[in-house]
């Protein structure tokens, strides 16, 4: 089960790219090639976006686009 830091975060990844409009952005791939799923550990999803610059009208997506 999702922590609720993960579960804040995705939410608030949401949010940011509803409120985005059609702006443009760039789409990240969520979790690489593991995609959204059940993380193998606890920090998976917070590590994959640590490493990402996500602004404001980027996408979020599970697969390739």
Known sequence: MAS?????FLLLA????SL????AGIFHIVGAGKGWRIAPN???????ARTR???VGDKLSKFAT
Not at 4 to 8: G, N, R, T, V, Y
Not at 20 to 23: L, Q, V
Not at 42 to 48: N, S
Request: charged content about 15%; overall charge negative; cysteine-free.
């Open 14 to 17: 949401l949010l940011a790219a």
């Open 53 to 55: 610059d996500i602004h």
């Open 20 to 23: 985005a409009g059609p702006s």
């Open 4 to 8: 609720k830091a993960h579960l804040s």
């Open 42 to 48: 606890q920090t998976y999803y917070a590590d994959w």
